[in-house]
């Protein structure tokens, strides 16, 4: 069988063109695992945000309701409760919130970006 001599148009060998393709199919299958896992922490932040906003504006009203049971002093003892209640309910859904906030979000992504410029840069220079 004879040799295989390069291909005028690509000037490279078959193994070559084939190693090319395995690499360029291994960075597909690494981007998209990127990509579910930029998705999953998306998420995740979005549920985090939601308890923590969530959290915010029920302490802000629990907090503007003691303001007007201490103004009203005596005669609002139902305003103190709902202020407690609501800045207590605040204070649970921002803690839900800052314990579902990923530890090191996008984590991955930026190591496999960081590997893949420093990959890129001995070409681009």
Not at 13 to 23: F, G, K
Not at 28 to 46: H, I, P
Not at 61 to 67: K, P, R, V
Request: charged residues 20%; aromatic residues 2%; proline residues 6%.
């Amino acid at each position: 069988m004879p040799e295989h001599t390069p291909s005028p148009v690509t000037d490279e060998s078959p193994q070559r063109l084939v190693s090319r393709a395995i690499d360029q199919s291994r960075r597909q299958a690494q981007a998209e695992v990127v990509k579910e896992e930029l998705r999953r922490d998306a998420r995740q932040l979005m549920k985090a945000a939601a308890l923590l906003g969530g959290g915010a504006l029920l302490a802000l009203s629990g907090a503007a309701a003691l303001t007007v049971s201490l103004g009203l002093l005596a005669s609002a003892r139902g305003t103190l409760f709902l202020g407690l209640g609501l800045g207590g309910a605040g204070a649970v859904l921002g803690w839900q919130g800052a314990r579902r906030l990923p530890g090191q979000p996008l984590g991955k992504p930026f190591r496999s970006l960081r590997r893949d410029l420093d990959a890129l840069r001995p070409s681009l220079s």
